[in-house]
């Protein structure tokens, strides 16, 4: 017994003693293949002596001061480092704690910098069902799953949300991924036409959709349309790379991949790799700009941002996916694990689609492959999942819930950008072993 409030009160996790590279060890000495990086966090593996001597080096200069007084020198070196490799026309970096403040942070910079354009009627957010974006109020009422949503409702923003692009289930037959991308972002235009186009500040998409719909990629050319119509209505786009950037798909940030820059880019997790909490929100220099010469003042804030140890530890991550040619390692590691998830589940009968980018991969867990029936939700066929994978030895991130908010089962692998051959196999075993004890 201890006073450690837990996330379930009524399980008793074992304690994490150790971490050596694509594994964590507990206080009996258990090895565990980290399949999911935690939540798509840690990205480097455990134990990185780079890293570690990074932040020790930076304890010895100074460990914090606040940014109401003082900059400091990581966190202008991991600034510059980021504006050099982001999107183009992304000009300025805020960093935050974690993925929740930076997407709660976007979404206020977009409510000031429409009220210090003249534009202040402009204050409603669009946002996709089955999307994630954190957990603070914001952040939740902009998120689309139901199922997190629920008990927090009459607390929430009143915010839109359209359907998500969803290849796998929300593709006609006969239509092309070309067509349906551009129906798919239709919507948005549509959305935006119902509520008046005037009132709307901003729309709100992961580029690669994490934890709520399983590594769920977009189809081709949909943000290419979501970028044209959100310049039609002078709406900004937020990017909520918190889960799927720096890296975790093939590329440092994951919109690159889609060929658009959005207005507001949000990354955390593997910013830190899990070595310090720290996350940003990144913006362009006509949205700084209009601050600087308006009030000059963004009115949000908390203690912690651009911690010192925090950016020196996002410096030395960063630094080290780029100078190790880690990227590439993401995309070939990656059409491994994708090539061993296909051979091995590809004709499940219980498993409907394989689908992701990189090393951020999902598998859709189903009762029906032929007509895509989702096991009844009662049946807590994702938590039985996590539970058996945890016995094998491997950390993944199943979830339900991954058609409304309720409906399905997924599994989602993160693992981090060094894992070789041989774990690739043993991580594809070890989901087998699960699959087979639960199905």
Known sequence: MNHVFPRHSRKQNPVATGGEGCYLIDSNGKRYLDGSGGAAVSCLGHGDP???????????????????????????????????????????????????????????????????????????????????????????SAGGNEWRRAQFAPLLLDVSHI???????????????????????????????????????????????????????????????????????????????????????????????????????????????????????????????????????????????????????????????LNRNLLDRVKTQGDKLADALQDRFGQHPNVGDIRGRGLFRGIEIVEDRDTKAAFDPTSGIAAKLKSAAFDEGLICYPMSGTIDGQTGDHILLAPPFIIEDAQITELTDKIDAAIKRVL
Request: charged letters at 20%; glycine letters at 12%.
């Open 50 to 140: 780079e890293i570690i001597a990074a932040i020790k080096a930076q304890l010895d200069k100074i460990a914090f001061a606040h940014t109401g007084f003082f900059t400091s020198e990581p966190a202008e070196a991991l600034a510059d480092l980021l504006i050099e490799h982001a999107p183009p026309g992304i000009e300025r970096v805020y960093f935050v704690s974690g993925g929740s403040e930076a997407t709660e942070a976007a979404i206020k910079l977009a409510r000031q910098y429409f009220v210090e354009k003249g534009e202040p009627e402009r204050g409603r957010l669009i946002a996709r069902k089955q999307s994630y974006h954190g957990n603070t109020i914001g952040a939740l």
């Open 163 to 321: 359907d998500p692009c969803y290849d796998y289930r929300l593709r006609r037959e006969g239509e092309s991924p070309e067509d349906y991308g551009l129906r798919a972002a239709n919507a948005l235009e549509e959305e935006l036409l119902r509520v008046g186009p005037e009132t709307v500040m901003a729309f709100m998409a992961e580029p690669v959709v994490g934890a709520t719909a399983g590594a769920l990629p977009p189809a081709p050319g949909y943000f290419r349309r979501i970028r044209e119509i959100c310049d039609k209505y002078g709406v900004l786009l937020i990017l909520d790379e918190v889960m799927c950037g720096m890296g975790r798909t093939g590329t440092l940030f994951a919109c690159e991949q889609d060929g658009i820059a959005p207005d507001i880019a949000c990354i955390a997790k593997g910013l830190g790799a899990g070595y310090q909490p720290i996350g940003a929100m990144l913006c362009t220099a006509e949205i700084y700009d209009t601050i600087r010469d308006g009030t000059g003042f963004f009115q949000h804030g908390h203690t912690y941002i651009g911690h010192p140890t925090a950016t020196a530890a996002g410096l030395a991550v960063v630094s080290a996916i």
